[in-house]
């Protein structure tokens, strides 16, 4: 089981991609024996520049150790991986809602000239489009489809249909941290988890051995970094422990009114 952290975009005073944070944001991660994700959206990457990707995409690649996911929604996003990313996380469509054969079709389609393998990322809040069991074992027998990041918010009777028969070689990852421990009890490989920004270590521990004591102080944290919406908790934590120069997001984003009050929140 194994714990990915989709990496925030430091920002500076100015407002600019702090690099050398981010550099060092990524090696305590590692340290932490988590992997890293590159351009999700907990990096606000909708609001980073072209070059702005490039360089985000070219530092992570060089300090990953091989282990790096990079999201990528795009023929040439997808392109801009090869020997830079092991996978790319691909979001369903949003917004258009082409229906399960749509969504299948267009993966089927992306997969055919990736040169990465890729993981779905379904998070029908922000898409629009549901998905059935049915429909992801479809995905999954799609050469180069290699796992869905799971994130419909909730339990659900079809994550439960899923993992109570699990296509194989085919990952399933818990993408609502607060649901982690219950999705590694039914057999999920892990989690990308913007949550383990903080105390990394201790959600790679629970992914290993599935304490229930850690399980549930876990979600406690998980419950509060996503109480406005995501990185800007987060943010705020990382800036008040002093392990990143400011909260700042980019707009349409806007930064927690009390950063400071979330020092608490880090060991």
């Given at each position: 089981?194994?714990?990915?952290?989709?990496?925030?975009?430091?920002?500076?005073?100015?407002?600019?991609?702090?690099?050398?944070?981010?550099?060092?944001?990524?090696?305590?991660?590692?340290?932490?024996?988590?992997?890293?994700?590159?351009l999700?959206t907990?990096?606000?990457?909708?609001?980073?520049?072209?070059?702005?990707?490039?360089?985000?995409?070219?530092?992570?690649?060089?300090?990953?150790?091989?282990?790096?996911?990079?999201?990528?929604?795009?023929?040439?996003?997808?392109?801009?991986?090869?020997?830079?990313?092991?996978?790319?996380?691909?979001?369903?469509?949003?917004?258009?809602?082409?229906?399960e054969d749509g969504?299948?079709?267009?993966?089927?389609?992306?997969?055919?000239s990736?040169?990465?393998?890729?993981?779905?990322?379904?998070?029908?809040?922000?898409t629009?489009?549901?998905?059935?069991?049915?429909?992801?074992?479809?995905?999954?027998?799609?050469?180069?489809?290699?796992?869905?990041?799971y994130?419909?918010?909730?339990?659900?009777?079809?994550?439960?249909?899923?993992?109570?028969?699990?296509?194989?070689?085919?990952?399933?990852?818990?993408?609502?941290?607060?649901?982690?421990?219950?999705?590694?009890?039914?057999?999920?490989?892990?989690?990308?988890?913007?949550?383990?920004?903080i105390?990394?270590?201790a959600?790679?521990?629970?992914?290993?051995?599935?304490?229930?004591?850690?399980?549930?102080?876990?979600?406690?944290?998980?419950?509060v970094?996503?109480?406005?919406?995501?990185?800007?908790?987060?943010?705020?934590?990382?800036?008040?422990?002093?392990?990143?120069?400011?909260?700042?997001?980019?707009?349409?984003?806007?930064?927690?009114?009390?950063?400071?009050?979330?020092?608490?929140?880090?060991?």
């Open positions: 089981m194994t714990i990915h952290v989709p990496l925030i975009t430091p920002f500076d005073a100015d407002n600019e991609i702090a690099y050398r944070v981010l550099t060092q944001v990524a090696q305590e991660t590692l340290l932490a024996g988590a992997g890293l994700v590159a999700g907990t990096a606000e990457a909708a609001s980073l520049s072209a070059a702005e990707r490039r360089n985000v995409l070219d530092l992570l690649s060089d300090h990953s150790e091989g282990d790096l996911i990079a999201g990528a929604d795009t023929p040439d996003q997808l392109r801009s991986l090869n020997g830079k990313a092991r996978a790319a996380l691909t979001l369903v469509p949003p917004f258009i809602r082409p229906g969504v299948v079709e267009h993966f089927r389609t992306l997969a055919a990736s040169p990465v393998p890729m993981i779905v990322y379904h998070v029908p809040q922000r629009g489009q549901a998905l059935s069991a049915d429909a992801i074992r479809r995905l999954a027998a799609i050469d180069g489809v290699i796992g869905i990041k994130a419909t918010g909730a339990v659900d009777a079809d994550l439960v249909d899923l993992l109570a028969d699990p296509p194989d070689d085919f990952d399933v990852f818990c993408g609502d941290d607060i649901f982690l421990a219950p999705m590694l009890a039914m057999g999920a490989a892990g989690a990308i988890a913007a949550s383990a920004h105390e990394t270590a959600f790679v521990d629970l992914a290993a051995h599935r304490e229930p004591t850690l399980a549930r102080r876990l979600a406690r944290l998980s419950k970094l996503f109480s406005q919406p995501n990185p800007i908790v987060v943010k705020a934590a990382l800036h008040a422990a002093g392990r990143i120069p400011t909260p700042g997001v980019r707009p349409p984003l806007l930064p927690a009114a009390a950063p400071s009050l979330y020092g608490s929140l880090l060991e």
